[in-house]
């Protein structure tokens, strides 16, 4: 990752407005600031929440709240926590991820 054009600033992410994406169940909601080549998000799945594809984009991704479940494509699974954070590079492992109860995370890609 090559972090370049990002003068210093902070951001209140209350500010930001949530676009919605629908999962095969549940939706998420995405505030997202694109800062150069990255994209920096804060993410929340609803209760129930199961992703409608397999991704292939790298992130780096951190838990804030609830629990969320990472299913590889090659049938291993993965549960984050708060604190608790996964990285995967771009094409390395499809993965595609599902939450029972909600989550909230911090996402860079």
């Given amino acids: 990752m090559d972090m370049k054009n990002i003068p210093f600033g902070t951001t209140d992410w209350s500010k930001i407005p949530a676009t919605e994406h629908a999962g095969e169940t549940g939706m998420a909601y995405w ?6 080549n990255i994209r920096v998000r804060l993410v929340e799945y609803t209760p129930g929440y199961k992703a409608d594809h397999w991704c ?12 969320l479940h990472t299913e590889l494509e090659d049938g291993r699974t993965f549960i984050l926590t708060p604190g608790t954070s996964y990285q995967v590079a771009d ?11 909600g989550v ?4 860079v890609d």
């Fill in 104 to 107: 909230k995370l911090f996402i």
């Fill in 31 to 36: 505030h997202t600031q694109q800062f150069d």
């Fill in 56 to 67: 292939k984009k790298g992130h780096i991704l951190l838990c804030l709240e609830g629990e």
């Fill in 91 to 101: 094409n390395a492992e499809a993965h595609r991820s599902f939450t029972t109860t």
